[in-house]
């Protein structure tokens, strides 16, 4: 199993729709987990963090942190055509201060 | 403005010469990381430091070396030896107590030939 892993996608949602994003992990990974979003040819931006079980809202974005299940999600409500970007899960290894991305999702969001 | 620099944004090479890519960040982070990205994956550690003077390899630090001489500066030298140069360089940086939470700079897209 891949210590982070999310579905590549892409995801394509309605504008105005809820878009959700997914992300598991594996036992090596902490309990500290970042959602990036990643504009086509430019760096990722740290969105959202969390670090507990259970939501976490900032704006429209809505974080999830399930510990038994070792799953990690993004909700993005009222998606908007700006939102099309990829979306990278990150979580910190539970040993060492790295922190292993997984693969990213592209996100698009039709007008 | 405090935040992470990386020049330059694009960079072209021939194969078999070094180069140096920089970064500089004004946060007063301790610590600093280097990532390499290709079309289509995630992102893959090359190097990282937690204070000055010391570094440790990444997942993939064959054909790269780095210097952390100050606590500003974290520069990656892509070697000759590195089979595949050519990709997207980014250099992030993290909080002091937040070791996880990291902080990127645009980015050194670099391409070999």
């Known amino acids: 199993q891949k210590e982070v892993e999310q579905n590549s996608g892409p995801l394509s949602v309605p504008e105005g729709a809820i878009a959700s994003l997914n992300c598991t992990y594996s036992?090596?990974?902490?309990?500290?987990f970042f959602w990036y979003r990643q504009y086509s040819g430019k760096s990722p931006e740290l969105i959202m963090s969390i670090y507990s079980n259970g939501d976490k809202e900032d704006g429209r974005f809505t974080a999830q942190l399930n510990k038994a299940s070792q799953y990690v999600s993004l909700l993005i409500r009222d998606s908007q055509p700006s939102d099309s970007a990829t979306y990278l899960c990150a979580g910190g290894l539970n040993q060492g201060g790295k922190l292993i991305f997984g693969q990213g999702t592209e996100l698009s969001v039709k007008p | 403005d405090g935040g992470i620099t990386q020049s330059p944004k694009y960079l072209f090479r021939k194969e078999g010469q070094n180069v140096t890519l920089s970064c500089e960040q004004n946060?007063?982070?301790?610590?600093m990381y280097w990532y390499r990205q290709d079309p289509g994956q995630g992102l893959r550690l090359i190097y990282y430091?937690?204070?000055?003077?010391?570094?440790q390899k990444g997942d993939i630090a064959e054909g790269y070396s780095v210097s952390r001489e100050k606590k500003e500066s974290f520069p990656l030298t892509v070697t000759s030896a590195q089979k595949n140069p050519t990709a997207f360089y980014l250099c992030?940086?993290?909080?002091?107590?937040?070791?996880?939470?990291?902080?990127f700079g645009p980015g050194t897209r670099l391409t070999v030939t």
């Open positions: 946060l007063n982070h301790d610590a």
């Open positions: 430091s937690q204070i000055v003077n010391d570094f």
């Open positions: 036992d090596r990974v902490s309990q500290s």
């Open positions: 992030a940086s993290s909080p002091p107590g937040a070791l996880y939470e990291q902080y």
